[in-house]
Structure formats: structure tokens, C-alpha cells
């Protein structure tokens, strides 16, 4: 198979996952892997199938010998941190993450992923100097802005947490999820009459999903 049809095909497989076709996909990554397996594309093709099929035992290993393949494989470091996360092993997860910071100390996703790894072990101040760093890279980050505020409510830090909320649902309005918890903080001070009406707007979001 010559490289223009091997490159043909790993675009055809992507096609299928795109689909959420993952067998089909994964059929033809493999047939990729069998013709080239230093083809550090087909690894991260095939972890990232993994990663949406919940196999991420299976999603680590590739990861990791697409960034055995380049070291400086930045889309297959972040997405070997997140796996690690999943799995648990946050240690390594934000070790990765630092290594993706040190790579490109300007891409806010990697701070972002870091904040979520020292948020899930409790580091909160931690973390949210580094949705703070996320945010200053990129303050249309609507995620960090979601994940700060939740941080920020577990400091306690409520009228803070509204006001992150605020930006979160501004930037990505159709984001239920935001509204919600937005709506439980509005609850816990009190604002019962306020935090009722966004609950259902909630529901009038998730019917018209189903819809």
C-alpha cells in the first residue's frame, strides 16, 4: 500500500468515527497499524476510539505509543492525561499535564486539564490558579469557566461561583448543565423563587432535546 493510500484510508477511518461507526473505524485503523505501525496517527485514531468506547485500559496504551512515537505529540499527551485521569491515577495524570505545560505553556487546555486533576484530589486553591491561567490564555473558555465556579462552590465561595457561572452560560448558552448548577447554588442561598425558574428552563431544555 503506498503512503497516499495508507493516508486515504486513516481518512476514511476517521470518517467513521466521526459517525461514531467504532467498529467499522476500528477495523480500519488496525489495517493502517498492520501496514505502518510507526504511524503515530493511526495510534491516537485508535486510543481515541478506545477512549469513547470506555476502554481505557486499552486507550492508554495506545496514547502512549503515539507519544513514544513524538515526544512532542501534544493532542496524544492531553488526551494520555485524561485517560490517566479516568483511570484514577492522578498522580501520573498531572504529571503529564505538566509535561504538556512545558511543551506549550500558552495552550490553555492543558492548565484546564490540570485544574481538574488537583480539583478531583481536593487541591482546590491549587486548581483554581490553574482555570485562572486557563482563563487568561483564553477567557472564552466556557468549560473553565464551568469547573472554576464548581470550585469555587466547594470553597464556599457562592457569589463568586455565580458570577462564573454567569460567563460560563453567556459563552455557551445552550449548556444545561451550566444553568443547573448555577440553579442548586441559587438554592443554597436562598434564592429559592430564582433558583426555580432556571430549573425549569432546565427542563425545557433537556425535553426539547428529546424532541
Not at 99 to 104: C, H, R, T
Not at 183 to 194: C, D, P, R, T
Request: glycine letters at 2%; aromatic letters at 12%.
Amino acid at each position: 500500500m503506498s503512503d497516499k493510500q495508507l493516508l486515504d484510508l486513516l481518512n476514511f477511518t476517521k470518517r467513521h468515527f466521526q459517525a461514531k461507526q467504532y467498529n467499522e473505524a476500528l477495523k480500519l485503523v488496525e489495517v493502517c497499524l498492520q501496514q505502518d505501525k510507526t504511524m503515530k496517527e493511526a495510534w491516537f485514531i485508535k486510543g481515541t476510539i478506545h477512549f469513547y468506547t470506555k476502554e481505557y485500559e486499552k486507550a492508554l496504551e495506545c496514547f502512549k505509543e503515539a507519544v513514544f512515537l513524538d515526544s512532542r505529540y501534544l493532542d496524544a499527551i492531553m488526551n494520555l492525561g485524561v485517560v490517566l485521569s479516568k483511570l484514577n491515577r492522578t498522580v501520573e495524570a498531572a504529571e503529564v499535564f505538566d509535561s504538556a505545560i512545558q511543551l506549550d505553556p500558552l495552550y490553555c487546555v492543558s492548565w484546564y486539564n490540570k485544574g481538574n486533576v488537583l480539583a478531583n484530589i481536593g487541591k482546590l486553591e491549587n486548581a483554581l490558579s490553574c482555570y485562572d491561567k486557563s482563563l487568561e490564555l483564553d477567557p472564552y473558555f466556557p468549560q473553565a469557566w464551568f469547573e472554576k465556579a464548581n470550585t469555587l462552590v466547594l470553597l464556599i465561595s457562592f457569589q463568586d461561583a455565580i458570577k462564573c457561572y454567569d460567563r460560563a452560560i453567556e459563552l455557551d448558552p445552550n449548556n444545561y448543565e451550566y444553568i443547573y448548577n448555577k440553579a442548586i447554588v441559587l438554592e443554597k442561598l436562598g434564592n429559592k423563587e430564582e433558583a426555580d425558574k432556571f430549573f425549569r428552563q432546565v427542563q425545557q431544555m433537556k425535553k426539547g432535546l428529546q424532541v
